[in-house]
C-alpha cells in the first residue's frame, strides 16, 4: 500500500516557541493531504485539509493563524503549530489518499506527539 | 452536522471470546471504512463497504454494512492479543468541489483490550 512519512515523531518544545511537522507521501502524489489531532484515547479531530497549490480549509474553531499549513509540492505538505502552549500538547497525524487506489481509503502517516512544556 | 457514533466506547474481552463494534449514522452514506489503531500507532485501512447490506470477510474479522446504509459492525470471532488496539468507523463527509479533497467522518472509536 501506499506510505506517509512524518517528520519528526516526536518533538518537545518550550512554551511560546514554534514547531514544524513535515508530512510525505513516498510513492505517490497527493493533491490532498490531511491533518488530524488526537487526544490520548480519544478519536481522530480533523483540523484542517491541505491543498496543494491553494490555501488550506480548516474546520470550525480551529485557529488558522495558530496552524499554519503549507501544501507547496504534490507529495509534501506541512503543518506548523505557531506559539505553542502545553495546551496544544497531542499526537498530530496526517493522511493522503493514493489516486491510484480502487478505494477511497486514507493513508495515514505514524504521527508526530508534540509535548510544548 | 453530519456524525458517525460508535458504541462500545470500550470492551474488555478474555483471548478467545467473540467481539462486535457498531457504528451509526446520522446520514445515509455512499460508504464505510473501518480503520484499526495500535496502541502507540496510526490508523491503519481494513476494509471498505459501499452496497447496501453487504458483507466482507478477513479472516476472523466481519464487516457489515446496514440495509439502509445508515449503520455498520464489524464482528472478530475467537479474538487473538493481535486484535488489540481502537477501531474507527469513517463515513465521507460533504463532498468537495475539490478533487480528492472528500473528508472523512470518524466515529469515537471502540478501544478492545484482551486478558490473554
Known amino acids: 500500500g501506499a506510505v506517509v512519512s512524518q517528520h519528526p515523531s516526536r518533538v518537545i518544545c518550550k512554551s511560546g516557541t514554534s514547531v514544524k511537522i513535515e508530512c510525505r507521501s513516498l510513492?505517490?502524489?497527493?493533491?490532498?493531504m490531511f491533518w488530524y489531532r488526537q487526544f490520548p484515547k480519544q478519536s481522530l479531530m480533523l483540523m484542517a485539509t491541505s491543498n496543494e497549490g491553494s490555501k488550506a480549509t480548516y474546520e470550525q474553531g480551529v485557529e488558522k493563524d495558530k496552524f499554519l499549513i503549507n501544501h507547496a509540492s504534490l507529495t509534501l505538505s506541512t503543518l506548523t503549530v505557531t506559539s505553542a502552549h502545553p495546551e496544544d500538547s497531542s499526537f498530530y497525524i496526517c493522511?493522503?489518499?493514493?489516486?491510484?487506489?480502487?478505494?477511497?481509503?486514507?493513508?495515514f502517516g505514524p504521527g508526530t506527539r508534540l509535548t510544548v512544556l | 452536522g453530519q456524525q458517525v457514533m460508535q458504541i462500545p466506547q470500550y470492551q474488555h474481552v478474555q483471548e478467545g471470546e467473540d467481539f462486535t463494534t457498531y457504528c451509526n449514522s446520522s446520514t445515509t452514506l455512499s460508504n464505510i471504512q473501518w480503520y484499526k489503531q495500535r496502541p502507540g500507532g496510526h490508523p491503519v485501512f481494513l476494509i471498505q463497504?459501499?452496497?447496501?447490506?453487504e458483507v466482507k470477510k478477513q479472516k476472523r474479522l466481519t464487516f457489515q454494512f446496514g440495509e439502509a446504509k445508515k449503520n455498520s459492525s464489524l464482528h472478530i470471532t475467537a479474538t487473538q492479543t493481535t486484535d488489540v488496539g481502537t477501531y474507527f468507523c469513517?463515513?465521507?463527509?460533504?463532498?468537495?468541489?475539490?478533487?480528492?479533497?472528500?473528508?472523512?467522518?470518524f466515529g469515537q472509536g471502540t478501544r478492545l483490550t484482551i486478558n490473554p
Open positions: 463497504l459501499v452496497k447496501s447490506g
Open positions: 469513517a463515513g465521507p463527509g460533504p463532498q468537495s468541489i475539490i478533487q480528492g479533497a472528500q473528508k472523512l467522518v
Open positions: 493522511s493522503a489518499r493514493d489516486p491510484a487506489s480502487g478505494y477511497n481509503e486514507q493513508f
Open positions: 510513492d505517490f502524489q497527493a493533491t490532498t
